[in-house]
């Protein structure tokens, strides 16, 4: 009778246990260079509500902003020993996981959001695909914005750009080789160390958003800013394959579309708020240093003689003719009208 008794107890506690281990939530930690209070912090504030919601509370997105955790190709390393499980992470960073993420980072091909959306939504599958091949998960896609130059001397032509020391993200050799392929002086540091070697003086021209120009007041240091929408800035949110295996399959599939609902309400707040941003800078005392269709010219010319040269170190050559396939098919449409 008492080892009977024992017997009961000893499946009640296990069962005490197990209850307790479901109770606990999965906790998945993300980092992000992105600030506390900026439009990216605040969609990452909504997908965790979100997540916490459809899974009952059974997953919690822990967020760690601002760049506590490191730069963008630290965090990715995390993600790879197991020390972090996600990343919301530019363009600049992207490359580090696989770098058929940098191919749309030609400087001066797409025209407008609209284009990009376009392209991207036709290659978005294969690029998915080569990511979960590294381990990565790709949870949404997202935008930094439009790229511009800011710089503490005004910028017209190329020429005066390679006069100056020219700051690209730490760990993005792609981009590096870009720039170095016009001609220009980089100087390769993580964005954590950005804004002070601008006020420094070790750099001299930075290549970053308006908004993120606008919160971390780089403009200030770099108060010149070009009109001209080198590339744009593309970014995601990843969570390493072993991080997202965790998640109960039942709650996969609800937080994955949650995710791409996040990014794509992103991307529209952040096209709304990017105008709103060069506005503000220029009420603060930004100049914008207006370009005629000449020195437009000069600077798309440049663009695309380099573009070629970038197929097969860049970009693989298959990836980089569907992008250019894509393109003209974008630029046919908009041109189709106008010979009516």
């Known amino acids: 009778m008492l080892r009977r008794l024992l017997t009961v107890l000893s499946l009640l506690g296990l069962l005490g246990l197990i209850n307790v281990a479901e109770a606990r939530p ?21 997908l965790r509500q979100r997540w916490h919601e459809l899974s009952d509370g059974r997953v919690e997105l822990r967020i760690y902003a601002g760049g506590v955790l490191g730069g963008e190709d630290e965090m990715i390393r995390k993600i790879q020993r197991r020390g972090l499980d996600a990343v919301a992470i530019s363009g600049s960073g992207l490359p580090t996981i ?21 392209v991207r939504s036709h290659l978005a599958a294969t690029l998915e695909a080569r990511f979960e091949r590294r381990h990565f998960k ?9 790229v511009y130059f800011f710089s503490k001397k005004p910028v017209r032509t190329p020429d005066d750009l390679r006069h100056l020391r020219l ?11 870009i720039f170095k392929d016009f001609g220009f002086q ?14 420094s003086g ?67 707040a952040l096209r709304q708020a990017e105008q709103e941003a060069i506005r503000e800078m220029q009420a ?35 990836l980089y003719d569907q992008i250019m396939k894509w393109h003209r098919v974008w630029q046919s449409r908009i041109a189709a009208p106008a010979r009516r």
């Open 26 to 46: 999965i906790v998945i930690k993300l980092g992000t260079i992105a600030p506390e209070g900026s439009i990216w912090h605040d969609a990452l504030l909504q």
């Open 138 to 146: 790709v949870l949404n896609w997202a935008e930094g914005g439009w």
């Open 98 to 118: 696989d770098r058929s993420a940098g191919s749309f980072n030609l400087p001066l091909l797409f025209t407008s959001y609209e284009e990009l959306d376009f």
């Open 202 to 268: 070790l750099i001299e021209v930075v290549d970053v958003p308006p908004l993120f120009a606008l919160l971390d007041r780089s403009y200030q240091a770099a108060p010149y800013m070009t009109d001209l929408r080198w590339a744009p800035l593309n970014a995601a949110t990843v969570i390493g394959l072993h991080a997202w295996q965790r998640i109960p399959p039942r709650d996969r599939p609800a937080l994955l579309q949650a995710a791409r609902e996040a990014g794509r309400r992103l991307r529209s």
């Open 167 to 177: 700051w690209i993200a730490a760990g993005d050799p792609d981009s590096e080789r």
């Open 186 to 199: 980089v100087v390769p540091l993580p964005a954590t160390d950005m804004l002070t070697s601008l006020q």
């Open 284 to 318: 603060r005392g930004l100049t914008i240093i207006e370009l005629d269709a000449a020195t437009r010219q000069i600077w798309q010319r440049e663009a695309e003689a380099a573009w070629p040269r970038l197929r097969g170190t860049l970009i693989e050559p298959e």
